[in-house]
């Protein structure tokens, strides 16, 4: 794995700082309706600079950038704090998937408003009794004269509130085994049927949501990949979504990691020999994550598919930000819990970090049985 720039990528490098350094998003509002509004307005800047979808094919739209540049734009991103497009989901998991099983009607219609955050996008894929067993939901759609009718329940849908549009598994077929019987629908969130109720989390921001339809419709041409065909359209959602935000994530985390160095300096404390011990362990961690991140991205360019080290970056991010905000509580202490303060919001924000994006058991489950080579556990699916 060789981690120098070559004077392409490097130029890359250079003419997205130069961007970044003219284009300042501004403060971040507080708020969750401004805060969405603020990341709208950014990605539309983000847009008319020719940086939204980076990695997207330049034919819709997108900069062609390669792998190792798309990694360099979220790291930027990140050094820039930036915040993530508003339609980050239809960036890095509708789009890919449109441009390998859309149609060319299907690419017409919805690629170009994905990048410019005209029509936000959500993931239509959890459900209550289902857990991280994607092949398990209970969703159904009934073909109905040239369209289907939609009956279900599904959660965790993030940015649902915003969507126009939903990325939707649903089971079309019970007398076909459970992976078989699963067809991948593109839905109007806009339509009588469709309610979608926010989840309110311990931060108090609606981030999540919960998802009841109820009767609605869906035409034939809404169908991605064919009918039947939902599992393997699925999976290449699940490749993007796991493959996408390592480079973005691990740069957020040294930030946050260098925040408290400063503020721990500020107030005295870098001399007490425990401190500075579990600064440094967080320190190596956070090398740890980067290099993964990486290496990763090695072998993606190497055998054109990703490898387990999606899901080991995942897994190391959340644990390791989980402990970052909470020994950040224990070294402030009451100061890192009052009102307002920006480590309480970490604190709180980041129990979800183990559960989103999947669970840490499931990304456990995948090491053992792809890396380790264990027997599979009885009742997985991941």
Request: charged share 25%; net charge negative; with cysteine.
């Amino acid at each position: 794995m060789d981690l120098t720039f070559s004077d392409s990528e490097a130029a890359f490098r250079d003419e997205l700082r130069a961007w970044f350094a003219t284009n300042d998003p501004g403060p971040e509002p507080s708020g969750e309706d401004a805060n969405y509004a603020w990341r709208r307005d950014w990605q539309r800047r983000l847009a008319e600079g020719g940086w939204a979808g980076v990695h997207w094919p330049r034919e819709y739209g997108g900069r062609g950038a390669t792998l190792t540049e798309s990694a360099i734009f979220f790291e930027e991103l990140g050094r820039a704090r930036a915040p993530l497009p508003a339609n980050v989901l239809g960036l890095l998991l509708a789009g890919p998937t449109l441009m390998t099983y859309g149609t060319d009607e299907q690419k017409d219609r919805y690629l170009t408003p994905i990048l410019t955050a005209e029509e936000i996008w959500c993931q239509g894929f959890s459900e209550p009794e289902a857990g991280s067993d994607l092949a398990a939901l209970k969703t159904r759609a009934v073909k109905d004269g040239d369209g289907w009718v939609v009956t279900g329940q599904k959660v965790w849908t993030s940015g649902a509130q915003h969507s126009k549009w939903c990325m939707l598994v649903a089971r079309t077929d019970s007398e076909v085994p459970k992976h078989k019987g699963l067809t991948y629908f593109l839905m109007d969130m806009e339509q009588e049927g469709v309610q979608v109720r926010p989840l309110v989390q311990i931060t108090g921001e609606p981030e999540f949501n919960e998802l009841f339809i109820e009767g609605a419709r869906i035409p034939d041409e809404n169908v991605l990949g064919g009918v039947g065909n939902g599992w393997k359209v699925a999976l290449t959602t699940l490749m993007n979504e796991r493959s996408g935000l390592a480079f973005f994530l691990q740069v957020r985390l040294r930030q946050l990691l260098d925040e408290l160095v400063e503020e721990a300096a500020a107030r005295g404390l870098l001399d007490d020999p425990v401190v500075a011990d579990e600064l440094g362990r967080l320190h190596m961690k956070a090398e740890i994550l980067r290099l993964t991140a990486y290496r990763g991205l090695s072998t993606i360019e190497k055998y054109g598919a990703p490898g387990p080290e999606g899901s080991l970056t995942k897994w190391m991010w959340s644990e390791t930000n989980q402990e970052l905000a909470q020994f950040a509580a224990d070294l402030l202490g009451a100061d890192a819990l009052t009102m307002g303060n920006r480590w309480a919001y970490e604190l709180l924000r980041s129990r979800g970090n183990t559960i989103e994006g999947g669970t840490t058991e499931i990304l456990k489950n995948i090491v053992a049985e792809r890396v380790l080579g264990l027997p599979r556990l009885k009742g997985a699916t991941a």
